[in-house]
């Protein structure tokens, strides 16, 4: 499954053993900000002090430094008109080619779901239908973050089980691009009611091996999602009912040190 707190996915493989990977340095600080991100604690635009940061996690520059070039290549930061980087804003143009790449993605990863053997596909189900039930009880509780974290957990799940590690990676990316087009776009955090029930039906779909449906009520969903978060503020205002809200920090929070292991 995935952390409940920066919702990084971790390695789960059905039908065999996952392989050990090594974690280096540089990975274990790209999580990090990573995981910054997705909580809204380095939030978009904020400038990231080279200095700053390596002290704050307890790292050397070197690895600080090679952790956030890969960042940069995934898009995540940016370097502006001033020196140094910052987190990327996202604009209503990244909005519609973010959710019009998860479009194609995940449509693809559901055929390819759905072409696995019975009892892979059954265990997959399993954790599909536990982000569900967390959408659901969030939802009961008002938490405005575990429903989005749930959100973002189910679709890492829909990833996962698509079978390619290459559209793993991108969709993991595209995912935190869709959590910063909600920090970019909205006061607070934001996420809708009607996800709960969005999901429900696309996991009812994919439990009865309906492809069609599923691509269907996928590409709608993503559709109303972009809708939102590129509304006009008398449309936003009618579209306010169905939020959730949750406070998020103006400014950047410290991140923890890292716990480096011998070696590593």
Not at 150 to 177: K, Q
């Amino acid at each position: 499954m995935s952390d409940r707190r920066s919702g990084l996915s971790r390695t789960r493989q059905v039908g065999r053993l996952s392989p050990v990977r090594r974690t280096s340095t540089v990975d274990l600080i790209a999580d990090a900000i990573r995981g910054a991100i997705v909580d809204g604690d380095l939030p978009p635009g904020v400038a990231l002090g080279e200095a700053e940061l390596a002290f704050q996690l307890g790292v050397s520059r070197g690895p600080l430094r090679e952790a956030m070039q890969r960042l940069c290549a995934e898009g995540l930061l940016v370097i502006p008109r001033r020196r140094g980087l910052a987190v990327r804003i996202m604009t209503a143009d990244d909005a519609r080619d973010i959710h019009w790449l998860r479009a194609r993605i995940e449509t693809e990863l559901g055929h390819r779901f759905l072409a696995r053997p019975v009892a892979e596909r059954k265990e997959m189900l399993r954790y599909l239908s536990a982000e569900v039930k967390r959408m659901q009880r969030a939802l009961k509780a008002d938490d405005a973050r575990e429903l989005g974290d749930a959100y973002l957990d189910f679709h890492r799940v829909l990833a996962e089980a698509g079978g390619s590690a290459r559209l793993e990676r991108m969709m993991g990316t595209l995912l935190i691009e869709t959590r910063l087009c909600t920090f970019s776009m909205y006061a607070h955090f934001e996420v809708h009611r009607d996800l709960a029930d969005e999901h429900m039906a696309m996991l009812g779909a994919l439990e009865d091996g309906d492809a069609e449906l599923f691509c269907r009520l996928l590409e709608a969903h993503l559709r109303e999602e972009v809708r939102r978060l590129v509304a006009e503020p008398t449309e936003a205002e009618d579209l306010e009912a169905g939020r959730l809200l949750a406070e998020t920090p103006d400014v950047p929070q410290p991140l923890g040190r890292l716990d480096l292991s011998e070696g590593v």
